[in-house]
């Protein structure tokens, strides 16, 4: 059970600060003790501003990782990183991010590295709020790898990394995580198009051994890479399948799309928790604590204050760091003056 209604959370990713970004370009310029204290201070900087929002879940903010996922393909062996991606020029689009060839089996024998960073985040977060872990699942990584004679296919590769992944997870569990996402965009781009039970089997076989453990939840979106969503922008291929997915939370992308099949609310809120996107990380308008107390209103119409949360619509990554300071602080006002108007605050 999540510990109040109407609470606020995160996806996972927040923008790295300017000079992580440029030393990131520079790493040779660094030893090994240096990165660790950058990594170190990156994490405070980002567990700094979602307190100071107030949110009542945060993350590491992801800033020992490229993007979402990029390097957890740098604990896989088997694999040889990228090569140039096959457009380089022009508008900035998915098709510019290169896909690693694989050259034997998968494995990944000193894990993916998120038990150090929840350790990590352990020690720099101050007491009171939830810590959160968001782990990619196998699907999602596996659209950055090419099929192989070894690997014929997506899901060939997606099977090969369920028990890296699902161990990954065992040991977050293990580590003292009470809270985990299981970030799985890719199943809902690509859901229009993939017979979605097998996608859901697919997932409920890498949470088997942690669901009961932790609280697990996954996130649904359509892409945000350089803003840009890769997928048809609709749930309804997802449903009522991903209603089955072995999780106590879904989190949904509603500000984006200007809240189109919020009805779809209500019949999540049947089954379990509801995380709800009200602030849209593809925009720099800066919603005011009025239009997020609106938003919230408007879920209540469709679910009780049990069963909601409210986030940004994704990860904010690909937003600079002012927008996402200004709208996690909203974010959190807006939601308080509603828990106010409901005496639950």
């Excluded at 890719?186 to 039970?197: F, I, K, N, Q």
């Amino acid at each position: 059970m999540k510990e109040r209604p109407l609470r606020t959370t995160v996806v996972g990713s927040y923008p790295f600060p300017g000079w992580l970004e440029f030393a990131s370009q520079h790493l040779g310029e660094f030893g090994p003790a240096d990165i660790e204290e950058m990594q170190e201070d990156a994490v405070i900087a980002a567990v700094h501003d979602q307190v100071a929002a107030g949110l009542d879940v945060i993350t590491d903010g992801e800033q020992t990782r490229l993007d979402f996922n990029l390097s957890f393909y740098g604990y896989l062996e088997g694999i040889e990183r990228e090569p140039a991606p096959r457009r380089r020029f022009g508008p900035p689009g998915h098709d510019q991010r290169g896909r690693h060839k694989i050259t034997g089996e998968l494995r990944a024998p000193r894990g993916l590295g998120t038990v150090d960073e929840f350790r990590r985040l352990q020690r720099v977060a101050p007491p009171g709020p939830v810590l959160k872990m968001s782990v990619p699942g196998p699907y999602t990584l596996s659209g950055r790898l090419e099929p192989s004679p070894r690997y014929p296919d997506r899901y060939a590769i997606a099977e090969a990394l369920v028990p890296i992944v699902r161990a990954e997870l065992e040991a977050l569990a293990a580590a003292g995580c009470s809270e985990i996402t299981v970030d799985e965009p890719s199943m809902s781009c690509y859901a229009w198009r993939e017979d979605t039970a097998r996608l859901v089997e697919l997932f409920n076989r890498t949470v088997a051994t942690v669901a009961g453990r932790c609280r697990l939840s996954t996130h649904l979106c359509f892409g945000n890479y350089k803003a840009r969503a890769v997928g048809p922008r609709r749930y309804a291929p997802m449903f009522p399948a991903f209603l089955d997915l072995n999780v106590e939370e879904i989190h949904l992308e509603m500000a984006s799309r200007e809240f189109a099949e919020i009805e779809l609310i209500g019949e999540l809120a049947r089954h379990k928790d509801v995380a709800v996107g009200v602030v849209d990380v593809k925009s720099y308008y800066i919603e005011t604590p009025a239009d997020v107390a609106a938003r919230v209103r408007r879920c209540l119409e469709f679910a009780p204050p049990e069963r909601l949360s409210f986030a940004p619509d994704c990860g904010l990554s690909q937003t600079a760091r002012w927008a996402a300071r200004q709208k996690l602080r909203n974010l959190v006002e807006g939601v308080r003056q509603v828990r106010k108007e409901l005496g639950i605050e």
